[in-house]
């Protein structure tokens, strides 16, 4: 079971440092291999689009680099640090909470179902993390919230609870509510899957804009096959725990090599 | 003596029970939410020592009668060197058993909490106990106040025993009275219609205004 750390880099140096990369990383349910041996690197400001068919281990991906999952193999680096380790006696060891947390301001996620907090209104998500967790004052994180929910469109429903929001415009303040941490790369995992058609634009005008005007690494999930042939620099096609495919958009979608992409592309083409 | 005269005579030895009955069932409420919420936390930590600890407290105070719990901290723990007043003993053993029972509202409550909460609060970078107080905990709370309804009736029933131990709550007053006049009906008539007017009139009400409240608090009503 234990795995020979001496492999892994204590950190990542040089002129090309990746925002993320993921070296090796397994992640196991019981007998379950979910993803196996992952390599994966993403450039600071790329924008990677993941796909694939359900239970490829899209979702387990991003959860991972969030923290929500533990890994069972292998090294997660971010912006040049390992996320869940740290150097001991010229080895990587598992890290305690308070070095996952320092490594944890770097990434933000939205999620498929928003979450956002019930009891807060929409101001009140959006400061939540500025205040509590950054330590700015109320009216420092007030104007970032304000900002940020001016940019998503929901400036004048800062005082409205989730409840009374329609889906897309909670996930809409769920954006702005990541953003307010000022994170370096951010995770999207279906943010309109659960959305009505007519809104899903809502928000993926959101990202666009956010391709289009911030430094941000982005790693999106998503099953909207046009919008992530139109805002990817790189689309990676998951197949059963691992990378079956990747490259740019146009080549992915138009010039797929891997008979199994293809498969899908066509299910999915015909489906829309 | 017809009923009327009943409570002319004995109206002020009941109104003064009643009155340490309201008391008492205010601090037993007091010591039920503390108990309630410091085990139910306990019974969901990752330390397998606390988290036993407070099973084994649960499952005492909800294992064994609060007659006995009550007489256990009034009669023996002074043998032990602890002397409790009456009045202390009385409200602390009503609080400590039914705080068992609010633990596991609270523990139910916080499990119920869906997980997409507990991802967002992570996803924001929030330390574990930010997490609890500030996310999970006021939605906890709404969720569990209707099954705290019931238990704060039952508290207020429940003080009723402190007079075995010579509390001079209103269940205290009616039994001498009821000893020195020999008129049970009256005696116990009234303590039923008191105990029901506290629950229904006062307690009741008092609760739902506090669901009201907090459902419109988190933007649901
Ligand atoms: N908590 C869990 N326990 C056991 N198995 C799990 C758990 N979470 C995910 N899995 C399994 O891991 C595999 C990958 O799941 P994942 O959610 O990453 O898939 P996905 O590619 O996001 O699928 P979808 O498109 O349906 O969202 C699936 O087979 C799933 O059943
Ligand atoms: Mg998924």
Known sequence: MTEDMSRYPLRLEGDDVPMVRFQNVTKRYGPLVVLDQLDLDVSPGEMVTIIGPSGSGKTTVLRMLMTLETINGGVIYVDGEPLTHVERNGQLVPANSKHVRRIRTKIGMCFQHFNLFPHMTALGNCMEGPVQVLGLSRREAEERSLELLDMVGMAEKRDEHPSRLSGGQQQRVAIARALAMRPKVMLFDEVTSALDPEVISEVTNVIRHLVGAHHLTMLMVTHQMGFAKEISDRVCFFYNGAIEEQGTPTKLFENPERERTKQFLNAVLDAN | ?221
Do not use: C
């Open chain 2, 1 to 221: 003596m017809t009923y009327i005269e009943f409570l002319q005579v004995h109206g002020g030895r009941m109104a003064d029970g009643t009155v340490l009955t309201v008391v008492q069932f205010l601090l037993a409420t007091v010591v039920a939410v503390a108990v309630a919420v410091l085990f139910g936390l306990m019974r969901l930590s990752r330390n397998p020592a606390i988290r036993g600890a407070a099973t084994v407290y649960v499952e005492i105070f909800r294992g064994t009668s609060l007659l006995i719990q009550l007489f256990w901290i009034f009669f023996v723990l002074p043998i032990f060197g602890l002397n409790l007043d009456k009045f202390v003993a009385g409200f602390l053993a009503v609080g400590l058993n039914m705080g068992a029972y609010g633990a596991e509202l609270v523990r139910g409550a916080i499990l119920s909490v869906p997980t997409g909460q507990w991802e967002a609060a992570v996803a924001l970078n929030m330390t574990s106990r930010k997490r609890m107080w500030r996310v999970i905990l006021p939605q906890a709370f709404v969720i569990m106040l209707p099954p705290w309804g019931n238990l704060v009736i039952e508290i207020l029933k429940g003080t009723a025993l402190v007079a075995l131990i010579s509390v001079t709550d209103l269940m205290f007053e009616i039994r001498q009275i009821n000893i020195s006049t020999f008129m049970s009906v009256q005696a116990f008539g009234t303590a039923l219609i008191v105990y029901y007017v506290l629950a229904r009139f006062f307690v009741t009400p008092v609760m739902r205004a506090l669901e009201h409240f907090m459902s419109r608090r988190i933007g649901r009503a």
